[in-house]
T-cell receptor, first 115, second 114 residues
Framework: GAVVSQHPSWVICKSGTSVKIECRSL??????MFWYRQFPKQSLMLMAT?????????EQGVEKDKFLINHASLTLSTLTVTSAHPEDSSFYIC???????????FGQGTRLTVV | AQSVAQPEDQVNVAEGNPLTVKCTYS??????LFWYVQYPNRGLQFLLK??????LVKGSYGFEAEFNKSQTSFHLKKPSALVSDSALYFC????????????FGGGTRLMVKP
């Protein structure tokens, strides 16, 4: 199947700093990518849909200014957690769908810990 | 609106026994249905999908799932469980008319004991 690479796999940062997470589609072009957040022992919560060349579409309750999404190319979307706080600590996962496939493929996930 | 329900938080099975992980869904149109598996601190791995055709679909690692339109179910099954199957399993649905958005169930933790 198609490969989606997410980096970093884990990061620890101090409160108030910003963290950038990258999501790349390695062998296909993705006009749309998705960013999810997963709390321990819970399902994935869709945060936003990242659209290449245009603004991201955020789900209700997700702060646009806090979770900045940029989809500057057909193979790269980034999620920047700005002014991070301990409550932002979570597992973040991106996904993309190869236009030639019906299923979505997921990155490895990023465990963010804000101290 | 589309939704997915996985009624069991956890399923316990002895190694070698058959396993079933339940999933029911709700969509306004015809669904695409998926099963994914997640190992600790990892992303989701695609297991199998139902798009159209035969109601019994076979996927990776010996897993299969049966699409039942009348019961709006898509239960995941495996004839003989392995300890290495222990993981978190997610059922997901996509309405064919609703674009790219996937909706996930709450997840079911499968524990296979030796």
């Amino acid at each position: 199947g198609a490969v989606v690479s997410q980096h970093p796999s884990w990061v620890i940062c101090k409160s108030g700093t910003s963290v950038k997470i990258e999501c790349r589609s390695l062998d296909f072009q993705a006009t749309t990518m998705f960013w999810y957040r997963q709390f321990p022992k819970q399902s994935l919560m869709l945060m936003a849909t990242s659209n290449e060349g245009s603004k991201a579409t955020y789900e209700q309750g997700v702060e646009k200014d806090k979770f900045l999404i940029n989809h500057a190319s057909l193979t790269l979307s980034t999620l920047t957690v700005t002014s991070a706080h301990p409550e932002d600590s979570s597992f973040y996962i991106c996904s993309a769908r190869d236009p030639g496939s019906t299923e979505a493929f997921f990155g490895q996930g990023t465990r963010l810990t804000v101290v | 609106a589309q939704s997915v329900a996985q009624p069991e938080d956890q399923v316990n099975v002895a190694e070698g026994n058959p396993l079933t992980v339940k999933c029911t869904y709700s969509v306004s149109g015809n669904p695409y249905l998926f099963w994914y598996v997640q190992y600790p601190n990892r992303g989701l791995q695609f297991l199998l999908k139902y798009i159209t055709g035969d109601n019994l679909v076979k996927g990776s690692y010996g897993f299969e799932a049966e699409f039942n339109k009348s019961q709006t179910s898509f239960h995941l099954k495996k004839p003989s469980a392995l300890v290495s199957d222990s993981a978190l399993y997610f059922c997901a649905v996509r309405d064919r008319r609703a674009g790219n958005m996937l909706t996930f169930g709450g997840g079911t933790r499968l524990m296979v004991k030796p």
